[in-house]
């Protein structure tokens, strides 16, 4: 949801759509410099979310890469970090989502180690947020696109306020068949045995516009690409996706919308009996 014209926005958008959860960048998506919410805008976040009764997800900006062998793009992706932090802290948002970024190169336990390093150096000041690391789609020298890489993290890192965000066209992207009865148990069954499915607390929904193993992170309208409905369908007959916070990240074009992808998700969840 947009925040353009002030953060309460998104929460009055998600719920005059009648949306259970949402997901907003707290300050600019495309810049270094992260504002703090003004006073007047938080408190009417807060109304929102109460009056609407709907959960607020944040996401970390793109920019931010805490896996950087470059030490001031590190240096500053952590002051962006404890920005975000603060702002979900002053905002009453209890989970930001975080993408493991890249490690140009220098391989993944360097990246893993940067990561490490970072979310321990910040970890005293979580107060009530949970940082949810989301797998990546396996894009060149991507971390976390595999759920092995991912809880290496998540088990090096100290606090316990750690969890996952478990995105199907990354999954898909990176060579996870989720369309497959098989591949879809052998997936689940990596994040149970390895991180724990207690520990996934969202899961953004989207198709991908690009086959399985591309490693392009192209989200695409809910049974309209690759992994379509009958992969959705599949998705959900693991009984341990039938609950919980899903976000779709879909795009808005001439092929569909929020609403119509809104449509699409319960059109798949009625068909599967959830
Ligand atoms: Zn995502």
């Keep these: 949801m947009s925040i353009s014209g002030g953060i309460s926005n998104s929460a009055l ?7 259970g959860a949402f997901q907003l960048f707290t300050a600019s998506s495309r810049s270094w410099k992260q504002n703090k919410p003004d006073k007047d805008d938080a408190a009417l976040f807060s109304d929102y979310l109460r009056k609407y009764d709907t959960v607020p997800f944040s996401h970390i900006p793109y920019l931010c890469n805490l896996a950087s062998p470059n030490k001031d793009v590190f240096d500053k992706s952590i002051e962006m970090l404890r ?22 190169g220098e391989g993944f ?74 591949s879809l148990k052998a997936m689940v069954d ?45 998705f959900f007959s693991e009984k341990r996706f039938r609950q919980g916070c899903f976000v779709m990240e879909t795009p808005v074009n001439e092929d569909g919308n929020d609403s119509s992808n809104k449509r699409a998700f319960l059109k798949i969840i009625e068909k599967c009996g959830i």
């Design 13 to 19: 958008e998600a719920g005059e759509n009648g949306f």
């Design 83 to 104: 920005a975000n932090i603060d702002n979900c802290n002053e905002l009453n948002v209890r989970y930001l989502v975080l993408h493991l970024g890249s490690h140009l």
């Design 109 to 182: 336990e360097f990246g893993a180690r940067n990561i490490i390093r970072a979310i321990d150096s910040v970890s005293k000041d979580l107060g009530k947020l949970t940082i949810l690391f989301e797998n990546t789609s396996g894009y060149t020298n991507n971390v976390g696109a595999k759920f092995s890489e991912i809880a290496t993290i998540v088990n090096g890192i100290g606090t316990k306020n750690i969890g996952i965000c478990l995105d199907t066209c990354h999954a898909f992207a990176a060579g996870y068949d989720i369309r497959d009865k098989g």
């Design 190 to 234: 990596e994040i149970d045995d390895r991180i724990g499915m207690d520990k996934l607390k969202l899961v953004h929904l989207n198709d991908s516009k690009f086959d399985l193993g591309s490693t392009k992170d192209r989200h695409w309208h809910i049974g309209k690409g690759f992994i379509g409905e009958k992969g959705f369908e599949n």
